[in-house]
């Protein structure tokens, strides 16, 4: 009757310890604001992020199953700690714009909380699983361009070897039944993150060392990335062998789901077959002493960061929009109406404007963003400003070459866009803060964040340039050399535009 008693006590000693986390980390994402509930509409509202639904429970279900009881805390400095370098992460991303980074510092926050509850020693022995946890956060948009080449670089490769008649034109590819498109949907990235999530619980059940469940992890990067492409091929494939025109048929939503399912179960295979993990049979520890001046401390840590960034990092900017804005003034091109069928987009914008350069029949198009100060919904940075609205125009490949701008000649990034009529676009972005111009929107952001930490908030904006072609993207960017090279300094611009 006794061994009863003590195993009750015992699992109530644990359930202490539980409910002191779940205040932990409902204490969290209250002081954190929206950083949470972004994260969670998005598992909500994208089908590649359903996946943010099932971290938390398979992370519980690994450390309740397969790992062992911290008898002992160890101390707790590592998890206040890792609470606070989680805060100073969080606040990075939220004086940068950027959500991501906002919500892995949320995740490291509520895995140093893990600590402060149940002792140092927990973040060691559970340390797989709890790392688990970041794939709450959604990642992945930044690389999608990149998984579009390679999923269109093998599915060419495949098609070439199998002798189809193709023509590449960058994420387009043309056969005698018509051109199929390595759209954002197409690129991969949900039978990546699915590969991944499987395999690193597979990993931690079936692996002792932690060399072979990051071995395996790469693997199955490796292999979802092949089979992903090999899902290309195969629906390109399929409609050019029985002569059918090129559609979103059945066929190409039953061999994505056959896809997943088959690149799934082979590597769940393949890691039973070096599996070399033996679980001991499970015995109840009791509990260590529960310390909640340590969970005071992490907590105390997370107001602190939130107090600051409500003071500094989101002071409220009264800054008015000009009615209207100046359009840059080129030397020798007549300034004309807007194109009717582009125009970069800005969702977030105080004000826009977009213009039409023309020089004996060579013109330039440009689009122009303005914000009076970065802030959430927003962001100067952010990438839902681009040059492609990703309907009627997509974005079907980059381009790398030497453009003069502003003073400065360097060698800068294009997209090639593909819309209507068979119309293709090269086009270049540039982005501004006060008085200086930057290249891409991770150095805008990376400047962003300096300023905002610091309590600064400078107007900014976007700046799109764009030129047709018909076959070779270099005929663009000899017409917006030629445009560039004569436009005004940025400084003369800026002038005119703050004097509005």
């Known amino acids: 009757m006794r061994a009863t008693n003590d195993t009750i006590g015992e699992a109530s000693s644990w359930l202490h310890f539980i409910a002191v986390y779940g205040a932990f980390v409902l204490a969290a994402i209250v002081l954190t604001g929206p950083t949470f509930w972004d994260m969670a509409r998005t598992w909500l509202s994208s089908s590649s992020y359903h996946h943010g639904l099932f971290v938390a429970p398979a992370a519980i279900w690994m450390i309740v199953s397969h790992s062992a009881r911290p008898q002992e805390p160890g101390g707790h400095r590592a998890a206040v700690a890792a609470v606070a370098v989680g805060v100073m992460v969080w606040l990075a991303g939220r004086a940068g714009g950027a959500a991501i980074i906002e919500q892995i510092g949320l995740v490291a926050m509520l895995i140093g909380g893990v600590g402060a509850v149940f002792g140092d020693r927990a973040l060691v022995l559970w340390a797989w699983p709890l790392a688990f946890l970041y794939f709450m956060v959604p990642f992945g948009e930044s690389i999608v361009p990149m998984l579009q080449a390679i999923t269109a670089a093998a599915a060419v490769a495949l098609l070439n070897i199998a002798g189809a008649d ?75 062998a029985t002569g059918r025109p090129a559609s979103l048929g059945p066929d190409h939503f039953i061999v994505g789901w056959l896809f997943y399912l088959v690149v799934l179960v082979i590597l769940a295979l393949i890691g039973r077959r070096f599996a070399d993990r033996r679980i001991a049979a499970h015995t109840e520890a009791s509990a260590p002493p529960l310390r909640l001046v340590a969970v005071f401390a992490a907590l105390a840590v997370i107001a602190a960061g939130v107090l600051y960034a409500r003071l500094v990092v989101d002071r409220p900017i009264d800054r008015q929009a000009p009615a209207s804005i100046a359009l840059l003034q080129a030397e020798g091109w007549r300034v004309l109406p807007a194109p009717e069928n582009w125009r970069a987009v800005a969702p977030g914008a105080d004000q826009t404007s977009a213009a039409t350069y023309d020089r004996d029949g060579v013109r330039v198009y440009a689009s122009i963003a303005y914000f009076t100060h970065d802030r959430s919904g927003a962001e100067i940075g952010g990438g839902e400003n681009r040059s492609y609205d990703g309907q009627d125009w997509r974005r079907i490949g980059g381009h790398d070459a030497a453009l003069y701008l502003f003073g400065s000649s360097e060698t800068r990034r294009f997209n090639r866009l593909a819309g209507p009529d068979r119309r293709r676009l090269l086009t270049v972005t540039f982005y501004w803060l006060g008085d200086t111009v930057y290249d891409s929107a991770q150095a805008v952001k990376q400047a962003q964040m300096r300023n905002r930490l610091l309590g600064r908030n400078p107007s900014g904006g976007v700046i799109v340039f764009s030129a047709s072609y018909r076959r070779d993207p270099n005929d663009a960017i000899a017409i917006l050399r030629q445009y560039t090279a004569d436009v005004e300094e940025f400084s003369a611009w800026r002038g005119r535009l703050e004097a509005l």
């Open 166 to 240: 193709i023509v590449i034109d960058g994420l387009l590819i043309h056969t005698r039944v018509g051109a199929f498109a390595i759209a954002e949907a197409c690129a991969g990235l949900r039978l990546l993150t699915a590969a991944l999530m499987v395999s690193a619980v597979f990993a931690y059940v079936a692996f002792e060392s932690w060399t072979r469940r990051i071995a395996f992890l790469l693997f199955a990067a490796v292999f979802a990335l092949i089979a992903n492409g090999v899902r290309a091929f195969l629906l390109i494939l399929i409609p050019v």
